[in-house]
């Protein structure tokens, strides 16, 4: 079955560069997470996307933004990069928001972002 | 809002013998529990997740959970234990509307 997938899997850039980070849910699902997981930290909630609207969003620096396009793919664009923000990013999806019917959330792979 | 605690930063088990890991959640409204688990150096990985009904869940690779309202706990066991299954284990928590929010995640040691 599809997964979630993620590009590139791993990226390494300079301080005060810029990233961006692609998502590609699996086929059908309208909502998309951004977690971020530092070395040894659980994955922290970021923002989330439902039918290319944001619908949650949690501990983003601002210096980072995202949007959710038409085929429901994402994109976590990063600027001004800090040594902090090496970590793991991984993106979810679901199918649904708001149907509280517990819709599983799968997660992809996970982006390995170095800052150097 | 929602929160999990795992009440184990590590845990160190013997191959093949059981192992139980501890998670207590709270929130203020029904909740959807789940355990995913992360080998290292790679992604999250669903092992079993409680929606409703039978309060004792059944995952992949031998785990299981079982899900009590009255202790707001939600842990995961496995009878017996292989090298294969270290691991980060992550227990999290859900209102099933919306984003899940994780605990800290218990390191499974097996010792040989």
């Known amino acids: 079955a599809a997964g979630v997938i993620q590009s590139p899997r791993h990226l390494i850039k300079e301080k005060r560069e810029t990233a961006t980070l692609k998502c590609y849910p699996i086929?059908?699902?309208?909502?998309v997470y951004w977690y971020q997981q530092g070395p040894g930290q659980d994955p922290q909630f970021l923002i989330s996307?439902?039918?290319?609207?944001?619908?949650d969003k949690g501990s983003i620096p601002d210096r980072f933004s995202a949007q959710q396009f038409s085929d429901y793919h994402s994109e976590l664009n990063m600027s001004s990069l800090e040594l902090g923000d090496s970590a793991l990013y991984f993106c979810?999806?679901?199918?649904?928001?708001?149907?509280?019917?517990?819709?599983?959330?799968?997660f992809g792979e996970g982006s390995w972002l170095t800052v150097v | 809002a929602q929160s999990v605690t795992q009440l184990d930063s590590q845990v160190p088990v013997f191959e093949e013998a059981p192992v139980e890991l501890r998670c207590n959640y709270s929130?203020?409204?029904?909740?959807?529990l789940f355990w995913y688990v992360q080998y290292p150096n790679q992604g999250l990985q669903l092992l079993l997740k409680?929606?409703?009904?039978?309060?004792l869940v059944k995952g992949i690779n031998g785990f299981e959970a079982e899900f009590n309202k009255s202790q707001t706990s939600f842990h995961l066991r496995k009878p017996s234990v292989h090298i294969s299954d270290t691991a980060e284990y992550f227990c999290?928590?859900?209102?099933?509307?919306?984003?899940?929010?994780f605990g800290k995640g218990t390191r499974l040691h097996i010792l040989p």
């Open positions: 979810a999806s679901s199918l649904g928001v708001g149907q509280g019917g517990g819709n599983t959330i799968y």
């Open positions: 086929p059908r699902h309208d909502t």
């Open positions: 996307f439902y039918e290319k609207m944001q619908s």
């Open positions: 929130s203020s409204v029904s909740v959807y």
């Open positions: 409680y929606l409703s009904g039978s309060t």
């Open positions: 999290a928590v859900s209102d099933g509307d919306d984003k899940i929010i």
